[in-house]
């Protein structure tokens, strides 16, 4: 009679330790990708409401009440919360509404990590904790001097995203006399899309989306890459003219592309959040004015925010964003 063979208990037991290794091992990895496509997909959802909204308001500035005092307990402002409940609210199903000094009640975190993963900031209460070129003197004189320090107000949708609301009641339209883009932003809503749950991070489950112009408003919520395009893309310097910018973000990513001039202004606008600082001041855009080797295009500046024109030829940063 011949012998079966069969498994040793021991080699069962080795079998399913190295089954349990390699779970330990991918499934981390698995359920970050499902978790990444979830979020960018309820992104996408999130900013066409958002937008369609937006689409169907006469104006976005005005709304509220601004009037700095010499303190904070002289200013009086009701501008970010009256925007929601004035003017959003009846173009947008919204659940909760939490003026100033209430973020948390609507889900907003205390802390936020910002793209890199590596730094951990305090979620901002007003427009100038979101970025500080906004409304600092130094960038704000004259024509630029149109964005008022209003507290953040937040709200909840009925989806379960966690919206926290800047509101410049100031803003005014897309001028050809004036490129400075804080004068055009009216609102920029940072959310979380699952409250206060974590990660909590820019370009997972935070992001932001940006209102510019207060007549013909354009909306745009832009997911940035992590990095500026340089030697991480072979045969290309740290710098590139407008053509190779766009090259360069195919290259890096076939779900990266270069932003537009809204775009690349909303990254501006919420610098702070994705680390980009005045080490590199200016970004291509890929809104283009005239082509040809002497066409111009739009580039935008971080040290101040001034969005120019220039020749398609000069070598400027890249930062590409996802489609």
């Not at 689409?55 to 970010?80: I, S």
């Not at 004259?142 to 320090?149: F, K, L, P, R, S």
Request: charged letters at 20%; proline letters at 4%.
């Amino acid at each position: 009679m011949k012998k079966k063979k069969g498994f040793t208990l021991a080699e069962i037991l080795i079998t399913l330790a190295i089954i349990g290794i390699v779970a330990a091992i991918t499934l981390p990895s698995l359920l970050v990708n499902v978790n990444e496509k979830a979020w960018d997909a309820q992104k996408k959802a999130l900013h066409a409401r958002l937008a369609q909204a937006i689409g169907q308001m006469n104006t976005l500035g005005g709304y509220g009440t601004y009037t700095k005092g010499e303190t904070d307990a002289e200013t009086v402002d009701t501008a970010a919360e009256s925007f929601i409940l004035d003017a959003l609210s009846k173009v947008y199903k919204i659940n909760n509404v939490c003026g100033p000094d209430k973020l948390s009640s609507c889900g907003i975190p205390s802390k936020i990590t910002t793209l890199n993963g590596t730094t951990e900031l305090t979620f901002p209460t007003k427009i100038s904790e979101l970025n500080e070129k906004l409304t600092n003197g130094s960038y704000t004189t004259g024509e630029i001097g149109t964005v008022a320090d209003t507290k953040a107000s937040a709200f909840e949708t009925v989806n379960g995203e966690s919206i926290a609301v800047f509101y410049n009641p100031l803003c005014g339209p897309d001028s050809s006399t004036n490129h400075y883009i804080q004068n055009k932003m009216c609102v920029n809503f940072v959310y979380d899309l699952n409250g206060s749950e974590g990660p909590n991070q820019i370009g997972k489950d935070v992001g932001f989306i940006t209102a510019f112009y207060n007549k013909n408003p354009v909306v745009v919520a832009p997911i940035p890459y992590n990095k500026d395009y340089s030697a991480t893309v072979p045969l290309y310097s740290d710098n590139a003219n407008t053509i190779d910018a766009i090259s360069a973000c195919k290259t890096m990513g076939e779900d990266l592309r270069l932003p537009n001039r809204d775009e690349i202004g909303s990254l501006y606008i919420n610098a702070p959040l994705i680390d980009l600082g005045e080490s590199i001041n200016n970004y291509w855009s890929s809104s283009i004015i005239s082509s040809g080797a002497s066409g111009l295009a739009w580039r935008q500046l971080f040290n101040g925010g001034y969005r120019a024109r220039n020749a398609r030829s000069v070598t400027y940063s890249v930062r590409c964003v996802r489609k």
